[in-house]
């Protein structure tokens, strides 16, 4: 499965972007996908996830702005995120896989100016 993240680029905070990841190759029909990210200086950390069945799932910091979505005709992921702080400023990846995430895309950046 190759994975191509995109959207990413500078808002002002309060702002709003929407990533979108395209997969290709080699799909399984059970699945998750997410997105993670990683800040200057720190870990990557757990944005947000779907699974295959519809199921969703979000981090604390970012629930009630970000909404996590997927086009199954398309193959594509995407994460729409409102009201953008500063703090959302990172490096974001998506990812796939069946037991685990199996395969990361190359990560875009989204910075958040105050």
């Known amino acids: 499965v190759q994975l191509q993240a995109s959207g990413g680029g500078l808002v002002q905070a309060g702002g709003s972007l929407r990533l979108s990841c395209a997969a290709s190759?080699?799909?399984?029909?059970?699945?998750?996908m997410g997105w993670f990210r990683q800040a200057a200086g720190k870990e990557r950390e757990f944005v947000a996830a779907?699974?295959?069945?519809?199921?969703?799932y979000y981090a604390d910091s970012v629930e009630g702005r970000f909404t996590i979505s997927g086009d199954n005709a398309k193959n594509t992921l995407y994460l729409q995120m409102n009201s953008l702080k500063p703090e959302d400023t990172a490096i974001y990846y998506c990812?796939?896989?069946?037991?685990?995430?199996?395969?990361w895309g190359q990560g875009t950046q989204v910075t958040v100016s105050s």
């Open positions: 190759g080699r799909t399984f029909s059970t699945y998750i």
């Open positions: 990812a796939y896989g069946v037991r685990a995430y199996d395969f």
């Open positions: 779907i699974s295959s069945g519809g199921s969703t």
